[in-house]
């Protein structure tokens, strides 16, 4: 079963019901189909270019695309852009791994806790991420702390889940291991918990890294504060419809890199572990 | 029987109450952190005013007609796909690329092309929403176990025969999670449409309350646009197994 990848949604398996991908068993990652497979892509896009009319406001051609782009580039706007939009995207997946990492383990080691704060997490959860931006303008304002808010409180949800769901599936040896060597609790969570949740904690990781760079520039086109996001919103409204495509276009190969680049860490990470 | 997890609801209440107590007693000041009471107020005064119907209306019916179209062109390309090999080394690799298009950023184009219309929401829906079917769809059919494709293979099945029998109901768990999966981003892209172009609808409500400062409203209406989502999510459980018989707890 394929997991979307591409957006913020409740996935929808109830909070309550267990876990069922076994963590360890990593679904192939890096397999991209064959090339040949671009045909059709490349066809169209040709196509576009020869036969597409000459000055469109709705289908610019894509010759067109790169040169808003040169555009934006030479008058210094799409550099800074680009850097806010990682910016926002490297801190709020920080700092959701942290927190997400760090709540899952605590419901997912404690049944009273994962009891307690099983229903609030859930409501929470239930609430649509895109909607939270508004109250997040009213309550924080136009800044670089309520985008970061924003989509951490987004990215959490794979991390924490992930995480809880791996601390089910930890070996009973390992908790008796740490008993038997009288490891205090840091340490068991350092030395022994840790370590063999790194892969559901990859596997989360993976799956926030699209929900975070999708809710980066949501929040970015919604409230017109720096990036890419807003760059394309300011774009659209003066109507430079060459640019809005220029700008897809560097979204794309943006969410193409971070997702390899994703994928590329995590079986770099886990390359001494077997694959089950 | 589930059991009711009384500690659980009990910590939530305990949530509500105490974000009650600490914005009457200004512990809490933010300038427009409305207390649960001022929201569930603010939620009936909407209902009663017809506004929030109004609006839940129109996203609800977007939702599903744009989820209908997604899956139905799923579907049959994530079958072609699936069955042909040729087909699927000739077009996968152009796909994942344009999955890989972050939704939101199509749509500034869909806006571009479409104005502020019904067309330019449900436009977004269909091209988004159609590959997780597409995908899980494909997964579905190439995933058929081999006996099963052998079992054809002996009763001597028409093609056409073999996908009707073999082929669609073998795939048809792992397709249902894909339509889950396009429902709830359905919900998801029309708010976002709603909240950045179609003057219509939740998501446009929504901003609305947010520009005339009225929070009590705002945190209504992100309530019911959870709760239209669990809503939906809980109806099409329900659906898919009653539909699906011996679909397991698993598999949606």
Redesign the interface.
């Given at each position: 079963v394929t997991a979307d990848p591409t957006f913020a949604v409740h996935d929808g398996s109830a909070w309550t019901e267990p876990h069922r991908r076994q963590p360890g068993k990593l679904r192939k990652t890096g397999t991209f189909p064959p090339f040949r497979g671009l045909l059709p892509l490349a066809g169209l896009l040709g196509i576009w270019q020869l036969a597409g009319p000459q000055h469109s406001p709705y289908f610019p051609r894509p010759s067109t695309w790169a040169q808003a782009l040169m555009t934006l580039w030479r008058r210094g706007t799409l550099g800074p852009a680009a850097a806010a939009t990682l910016g926002t995207f490297l801190v709020a997946l920080t700092g959701a791994t942290v927190v997400g990492v760090v709540v899952g383990i605590v419901v997912g080691t404690s049944r009273p806790a994962d009891g307690a704060l099983g229903p609030s997490l859930e409501f929470a959860r239930a609430m649509p991420p895109a909607a939270m931006v508004p109250i997040a303008v009213l309550l924080i304002g136009y800044d670089a702390t309520m985008k970061v808010t924003v989509v951490v409180f987004a990215t959490i949800w794979p991390v924490l889940l992930n995480t809880r769901a791996g601390v089910r599936f930890l070996d009973p040896i390992l908790a008796d291991t740490a008993r038997s060597l009288h490891l205090n609790p840091v340490d068991r969570v350092r030395k022994c918990v840790l370590p063999a949740l790194y892969p559901s904690i990859f596997l989360g990781v993976r799956s926030a890294v699209p929900v975070a760079l999708v809710m980066t520039l949501l929040v970015e086109l919604v409230t017109q504060v720096n990036g890419l996001g807003a760059l394309i919103g300011i774009s659209q409204r003066s109507y430079q419809s060459a640019a809005v495509y220029g700008l897809l276009l560097v979204a794309a190969l943006f969410s193409m890199a971070v997702n390899g680049l994703a994928a590329a860490v995590e079986t770099y990470a886990l390359r001494h572990r077997p694959q089950q | 029987v589930?059991r009711v997890?009384l500690?659980?609801?009990?910590?939530?209440a305990g949530?509500l109450g105490l974000w009650e107590a600490l914005v009457r007693s200004r512990l809490l000041n933010?300038q427009?952190?409305p207390a649960p009471s001022a929201t569930a107020a603010a939620a009936w005064d909407l209902v009663l005013s017809g506004q929030l119907t109004a609006a839940a209306g129109h996203t609800l019916e977007v939702t599903l007609i744009g989820w209908v179209a997604a899956s139905a062109a799923g579907v049959v390309l994530g079958l072609t796909l699936g069955l042909s090999r040729t087909a699927?080394?000739?077009?996968?690799?152009?796909?994942?690329?344009?999955?890989?298009?972050?939704?939101?950023?199509?749509?500034?184009?869909a806006?571009?092309?479409f104005g502020f219309s019904i067309r330019m929401e449900l436009v977004i829906i269909m091209f988004?929403s159609s590959?997780?079917v597409l995908?899980?769809t494909i997964?579905g059919v190439r995933g058929v176990p081999a006996a099963l494709r052998d079992v054809a293979r002996v009763l001597r099945l028409s093609n056409g025969a073999t996908i009707r029998k073999i082929t669609v109901p073998a795939a048809l768990p792992?397709i249902v999670?894909?339509l889950?999966?396009a429902l709830?981003?359905s919900?998801?892209?029309a708010?976002?449409a709603e909240?950045?172009g179609n003057p219509a609808g939740l998501?446009n409500a929504?901003?609305r309350?947010?520009q005339a400062?009225q929070?009590a409203q705002?945190?209504a209406?992100?309530?019911s646009?959870?709760?239209l989502?669990?809503a939906l999510?809980a109806a099409?459980?329900h659906a898919a197994r009653w539909v699906v018989p011996g679909l397991g707890?698993?598999a949606s």
């Open positions: - | 589930r997890n500690l659980g609801l009990g910590t939530l949530f933010f427009y952190l699927w080394r000739y077009s996968m690799a152009s796909i994942e690329v344009m999955r890989a298009i972050p939704p939101v950023a199509l749509v500034p184009i806006f571009l092309v988004v590959w997780p995908v899980n997964d792992t999670v894909g889950r999966l709830s981003l919900l998801v892209l708010v976002v909240m950045i998501g929504l901003v309350a947010q400062l929070p705002m945190f209406y992100v309530l646009i959870g709760l989502g669990v999510n099409f459980q707890k698993g």
